[in-house]
């Protein structure tokens, strides 16, 4: 008995130290770190949650702003104009989105005599590249290439958090890349800051300084918006965040909807099942 | 498998087949009439779980064989392809990466079974190394799986696990080589990866049913710890067992589908959104969660050689666990001693995870050390001591007896 | 075995909770397969690919240009006067699949043949301007087709398919 509980109060201060000294660590590991925190906040987005969906209006509002702005230097090489018009998108018509697609021109061939040539674009293309190849961008960016835009929505995180982590899967929150985008577009500093020496002030920036390849890409005013919708870096921001997530993620409604009716139905099987076992344990001590 | 047959043929066909292959009175002996102590927790359903996952996985890893490409030009696009464009790939790609995770949730959870009731015991120690050699197959298949979508944590993670082997003294480079198919990480080493991937499964199912046939010569062990003494101690198989592990697994694919449906990236990293690029290491790179701990063990050691040594130590270790346990009594309910340790394990692996995830600099490194010095101490100190100092709580006579004791001597109606 | 001794409900028994759980089963089960089977469908980028145009003006008289639509071959056959003028004395009556001339081409352009290049017997591309009537001839089993693609001898049961395909202006068909 006596050696019993002797073990046991071993054994409890061992888990005491252990855990001490773990906290002690962590709290040492992130005290070095703590000299620049990214500035990124949370955003309510129309797609968050179990039934979310995208506001169609601000996905042709963003794809506005991707074309007349973003595109210039990001390809979005996995996107076709006939996404544009397929259930859970931007809800172009496909007259539209033909109308759209024509405005670009699109290589193909060879012809008969071998040569390669230029057409109108159709739906069933690609979104144009801005440039031919990753060196081609490099040299044009100051030795940054600027990434391809098809998957910037889920290729970036913000949450690293430890106390939000191991609850995050029950919250949904799904969203960490459109919340650093925007962020990330609303946080350039003053133009004349000296912070940087290579690259532009951006308090929201992932890195070990606040210091972005990319200067800032658009001002107020610069995207006309037919629909009403202030026409601010926060408003272009926010659209084209939200353009981004669904180029990323285009069966984003297909999947929660889907994943709606099956969780009813797992449930629903689960209770009967529950009850058949019962039934059938109903008379075994166990 | 064990003792006469009690199934009877009922049909002329039935009795003309069990004449020439005795199949059906094999699946009925394994599943139907095999004797299952009725004590059983909901722990005990991990098994069926965790063969349900493994089908998942064959099912689904097939039909994306039918979409994927495994060339190092077109890989990342052709995952986009099924992603996109292929009638359910979403799904079906969601719910196999994911369905990765989960398999090692319930092998996780498995294992700690096995530990903490002392399933590795005699006689069932052979049944324990068929588990521990599903175990590392599944870490090979998960690691190969993980590099095929060719991301930067698929390249990344492929080269670091790969540079392991260069540990190896004076055949090392060689090797690497050899592994690779070239002088790095490159489309030779996509395309074996993807035909290992493809292979392993069915090695694992093949393990699987040793691991079932070992199972049902030796019977299962139960939470008293007990080998059942007369019929009253066990229930058939089915239904019993059955009605409960088609519940369990079904409650486990609520759970399971929550991740595939709403938080499909949660377990995936961002960086494997971005494709391949040989040139630019990402700032911070990790394994999938299922292989912290023992990455974290690799990175506590300052030593190359040693820190894969003591990585695959870790493994090693649980083989000769049967061995390495002196107490004859299985359960640890009935091990007070023997239980605190159990949870500090628990708590040290799940630790060794965590630190796996962090930076390896200050204070984690010490962590990590001071962890994986635990981890060891468990198995190589502990564990042998802990037989000879601990005084065991009296054990039942029977599993009814430990059953009336659970439920405060009433006969129960639950 | 225990079931005896512990006096349990005859467990085949099909009452109602049993059935029920059975039967929500079997559509779950069901259920599961369809995304099995469907993602064995073409998928969206075939399917945005599934029609092509084609410039004719540039196609001789007597001259077959192939194309490949859907990952098939198609002829379009620029026949010339003699040919349309043998086929019209062709009554279709005894043909195996009995089909007029005019029924396979489009008013305005009746000269101009445009079939699918695949034999209807086993799939096989029958080869143009051959065999007894001028058409084509399929080499793996000795089809023949006339020049309105119709089968005329062999094994073949149907004649040459005529995909859907409509005239943009004089010059561009678009098949598909």
Same mark, same amino acid.
């Given at each position: 008995?006596?050696?019993?509980?002797?073990?046991?109060?071993?054994?409890? $201060?061992?888990?005491?130290?252990?855990?001490? %000294?773990l906290?002690?660590?962590?709290?040492?590991?992130?005290a070095?770190?703590?000299?620049?925190?990214?500035a990124?906040?949370? $955003?309510?987005?129309? /797609?968050?949650?179990?039934?979310?969906?995208?506001?169609?209006?601000?996905?042709q509002?963003?794809?506005?702003?991707?074309?007349?702005v973003?595109?210039?230097?990001?390809?979005?090489?996995?996107?076709?104009?006939?996404?544009?018009?397929?259930?859970?998108?931007?809800?172009f018509?496909?007259?539209?989105?033909?109308?759209?697609?024509?405005?670009?021109?699109? $290589?193909?061939?060879?012809?008969?005599?071998?040569?390669?040539?230029?057409?109108?674009?159709?739906?069933?293309?690609?979104f144009?590249? !801005?440039?031919?190849?990753?060196?081609?961008?490099?040299?044009?960016?100051?030795?940054?290439?600027?990434?391809?835009?098809?998957?910037?929505?889920?290729?970036?995180?913000?949450e690293?958090?430890?106390?939000?982590?191991p609850?995050?899967?029950?919250?949904?929150? $799904?969203?960490?890349?459109?919340?650093?985008?925007?962020?990330?577009?609303?946080?350039?500093?003053?133009?004349?800051?000296?912070?940087c020496?290579?690259?532009?002030?951006?308090?929201?920036y992932?890195?070990?300084?606040?210091?972005?390849?990319?200067?800032? !890409? %658009?001002?107020?005013?610069?995207?006309?918006?037919?629909?009403?919708?202030?026409?601010?870096?926060?408003?272009?921001?926010?659209?084209?965040?939200? /353009?981004?997530?669904?180029?990323a993620? !285009?069966?984003?409604?297909?999947?929660?909807e889907?994943?709606?009716?099956?969780?009813? /139905?797992? %449930?629903?099987?689960?209770?009967?099942?529950?009850?058949?076992?019962?039934?059938i344990?109903?008379?075994?001590?166990? | 498998?064990?003792?006469?047959?009690?199934?009877?043929?009922?049909?002329?066909?039935?009795?003309?087949?069990?004449?020439?292959?005795?199949?059906?009175?094999?699946?009925?002996d394994?599943?139907?009439s095999?004797?299952?102590?009725?004590?059983? @927790?909901?722990?005990w359903?991990?098994?069926a779980i965790?063969?349900?996952?493994?089908?998942?996985?064959?099912?689904?890893?097939m039909?994306?064989?039918?979409?994927?490409?495994?060339?190092?030009?077109?890989?990342?696009?052709?995952?986009?392809?099924?992603?996109?464009?292929?009638?359910?790939?979403?799904?079906?790609?969601?719910?196999?990466?994911?369905?990765a995770?989960?398999?090692?949730?319930?092998?996780?959870?498995?294992?700690?079974?096995?530990?903490?009731?002392g399933?590795?015991?005699?006689?069932?120690?052979?049944?324990?190394?068929?588990?521990?050699?599903?175990f590392?197959?599944?870490?090979?298949?998960?690691?190969?799986?993980?590099?095929?979508?060719?991301?930067?944590?698929?390249?990344?993670?492929?080269?670091?696990?790969?540079?392991?082997f260069s540990?190896?003294?004076?055949?090392?480079?060689?090797?690497?080589?050899?592994?690779?198919g070239?002088?790095?990480?490159?489309?030779?080493?996509?395309?074996?990866?993807?035909?290992?991937?493809?292979?392993?499964?069915?090695?694992?199912?093949?393990v699987?049913?040793?691991?079932?046939?070992?199972?049902?010569?030796?019977?299962?062990? @139960?939470?008293?710890?007990?080998?059942?003494?007369?019929?009253?101690?066990?229930?058939?198989?089915?239904?019993?067992?059955?009605?409960?592990?088609?519940?369990?697994?079904?409650?486990?694919?609520?759970?399971f589908?929550?991740?595939?449906?709403?938080?499909?990236?949660?377990?995936?990293?961002?960086?494997n959104?971005?494709?391949?690029?040989?040139?630019?290491?990402p700032?911070?790179?990790?394994p999938?969660?299922?292989?912290?701990?023992?990455?974290?063990?690799?990175?506590?050691?300052?030593?190359?050689?040693?820190?894969?040594?003591?990585?695959?130590?870790?493994?090693a270790?649980?083989?000769?666990?049967?061995?390495?346990?002196?107490?004859k009594?299985?359960?640890?309910?009935?091990?007070?001693?023997?239980?605190?340790?159990?949870?500090?394990?628990?708590?040290?692996?799940?630790?060794?995870?965590?630190?796996?995830?962090?930076?390896?600099?200050?204070?984690?490194?010490?962590?990590?050390?001071?962890?994986?010095?635990?981890?060891?101490?468990h198995?190589?100190?502990?564990?042998?001591l802990?037989?000879?100092?601990?005084?065991?709580?009296?054990?039942?006579?029977?599993?009814?007896?430990?059953?009336?004791?659970?439920?405060?001597?009433?006969?129960?109606?639950? | 075995?225990?079931?005896?001794?512990?006096?349990?409900?005859?467990?085949?028994?099909? =009452?109602?909770?049993?059935?029920?759980?059975?039967?929500?089963?079997?559509?779950?089960?069901?259920?599961?397969?369809?995304?099995?089977?469907?993602?064995?469908?073409?998928d969206?980028?075939?399917?945005?690919?599934?029609?092509?145009?084609?410039?004719?003006?540039?196609?001789?008289?007597?001259?077959?240009?192939?194309?490949?639509w859907r990952?098939?071959?198609?002829?379009?056959?620029?026949?010339?006067?003699?040919?349309?003028?043998?086929?019209?004395?062709t009554?279709?009556g005894?043909?195996k699949?009995?089909?007029?001339?005019?029924?396979?081409v489009?008013?305005?352009?009746?000269?101009?043949?445009?079939?699918?290049?695949?034999?209807?017997h086993?799939?096989?591309?029958?080869l143009?301007?051959?065999g007894?009537? =001028?058409?084509?001839?399929?080499?793996?089993?000795?089809?023949?087709?006339d020049?309105?693609?119709?089968?005329?001898?062999?094994?073949?049961?149907?004649?040459?398919?005529?995909?859907?395909?409509?005239?943009?202006?004089?010059?561009?068909?678009?098949?598909?």
């Open positions: 008995m006596t050696s019993l509980s002797k073990g046991a109060a071993l054994v409890r $201060q061992a888990v005491l130290a252990a855990g001490l %000294i906290v002690a660590g962590s709290t040492w590991a992130t070095a770190e703590e000299a620049y925190e990214p990124i906040t949370k $955003q309510l987005w129309s /797609f968050a949650g179990p039934f979310g969906k995208f506001d169609k209006a601000q996905l509002r963003g794809y506005k702003v991707y074309k007349e973003c595109s210039n230097c990001h390809s979005m090489k996995f996107v076709s104009f006939r996404n544009l018009s397929q259930a859970g998108g931007p809800g018509t496909e007259e539209q989105v033909k109308a759209l697609a024509a405005t670009v021109k699109v $290589q193909d061939g060879p012809n008969d005599n071998g040569e390669m040539f230029e057409r109108p674009g159709k739906a069933s293309d690609r144009p590249s !801005p440039f031919a190849n990753p060196e081609a961008a490099k040299a044009a960016n100051n030795g940054a290439v600027p990434p391809d835009m098809s998957l910037l929505a889920k290729a970036r995180s913000a690293k958090s430890i106390y939000t982590w609850i995050n899967w029950l919250l949904q929150y $799904q969203e960490y890349g459109p919340d650093y985008i925007y962020s990330l577009l609303n946080h350039y500093g003053p133009e004349d800051s000296k912070v020496e290579t690259g532009y002030y951006n308090t929201a992932l890195g070990s300084r606040p210091c972005f390849a990319m200067p800032k !890409p %658009i001002s107020d005013g610069q995207v006309t918006y037919d629909d009403g919708s202030k026409e601010t870096v926060e408003q272009y921001s926010r659209d084209v965040s939200a /353009f981004l997530m669904w180029a993620e !285009p069966k984003l409604e297909e999947r929660k889907t994943g709606f009716k099956v969780i009813i /139905f797992l %449930i629903v099987f689960a209770s009967l099942l529950y009850f058949t076992k019962r039934k344990w109903a008379n075994v001590a166990h | 498998m064990s003792g006469h047959s009690t199934y009877v043929p009922g049909t002329a066909f039935e009795r003309w087949l069990e004449k020439r292959l005795p199949i059906i009175s094999l699946v009925h394994s599943f139907v095999f004797p299952t102590p009725k004590n059983l @927790n909901y722990f359903t991990f098994g965790l063969s349900a996952m493994l089908g998942w996985q064959i099912l689904t890893g039909v994306l064989a039918m979409h994927y490409a495994a060339n190092d030009a077109v890989a990342f696009a052709s995952v986009e392809h099924i992603m996109r464009d292929v009638n359910y790939g979403w799904l079906l790609r969601y719910g196999h990466a994911n369905g995770s989960f398999f090692f949730i319930a092998v996780y959870i498995h294992i700690f079974r096995g530990l903490y009731f399933s590795y015991k005699e006689p069932r120690e052979v049944l324990w190394i068929l588990g521990m050699i599903i590392l197959l599944m870490m090979a298949t998960g690691f190969m799986g993980y590099v095929l979508p060719w991301g930067q944590m698929s390249f990344w993670g492929a080269t670091v696990i790969t540079n392991l540990a190896i003294p004076l055949v090392g480079s060689s090797i690497v080589t050899w592994l690779w070239g002088f790095s990480v490159g489309d030779p080493t996509l395309n074996r990866f993807f035909s290992l991937h493809y292979l392993l499964p069915f090695m694992i199912a093949g699987v049913i040793l691991h079932v046939w070992a199972l049902h010569v030796v019977g299962q062990n @139960n939470p008293a710890g007990i080998e059942p003494k007369s019929t009253e101690d066990t229930v058939p198989f089915t239904p019993y067992a059955t009605s409960k592990d088609v519940f369990a697994t079904v409650v486990f694919f609520v759970i589908a929550w991740f595939i449906f709403y938080v499909p990236n949660y377990t995936g990293d961002p960086d959104y971005i494709e391949a690029n040989p040139l630019a290491t700032a911070h790179i990790e999938e969660w299922y292989f912290l701990p023992f990455y974290a063990i690799l990175r506590s050691i300052p030593d190359k050689l040693g820190g894969v040594l003591c990585m695959f130590g870790a493994i270790v649980l083989f000769v666990l049967p061995w390495l346990d002196t107490s009594v299985r359960s640890a309910t009935y091990r007070p001693l023997y239980r605190q340790f159990f949870w500090i394990l628990v708590i040290v692996s799940v630790g060794l995870g965590w630190l796996g995830a962090q930076p390896p600099e200050g204070g984690y490194v010490i962590a990590s050390r001071l962890f994986t010095a635990y981890y060891f101490i198995f190589l100190v502990i564990l042998p802990l037989g000879l100092i601990e005084t065991p709580k009296p054990l039942p006579t029977s599993i009814s007896e430990a059953v009336l004791a659970k439920n405060g001597h009433q006969p129960a109606h639950t | 075995m225990a079931t005896t001794t512990h006096d349990t409900p005859e467990p085949s028994r099909r =009452d109602f909770l049993t059935i029920a759980t059975i039967a929500t089963g079997a559509v779950g089960v069901g259920s599961l397969a369809w995304p099995f089977i469907d993602q064995m469908e073409p969206a980028s075939a399917l945005a690919l599934s029609s092509i145009e084609v410039d004719i003006s540039q196609i001789q008289p007597g001259q077959i240009v192939t194309v490949k990952g098939k071959p198609v002829f379009i056959r620029n026949r010339t006067d003699k040919e349309m003028a043998e086929l019209k004395n009554p279709p005894d043909m699949d009995p089909q007029p001339d005019s029924a396979r489009k008013k305005g352009h009746e000269n101009l043949l445009v079939v699918v290049g695949v034999c209807t086993l799939g096989c591309i029958p143009g301007h051959s007894s009537f =001028d058409g084509w001839f399929c080499p793996c089993h000795g089809s023949v087709y020049a309105s693609g119709r089968i005329r001898k062999g094994p073949a049961p149907l004649n040459l398919a005529v995909p859907e395909y409509a005239f943009l202006n004089d010059k561009t068909i678009k098949i598909g």
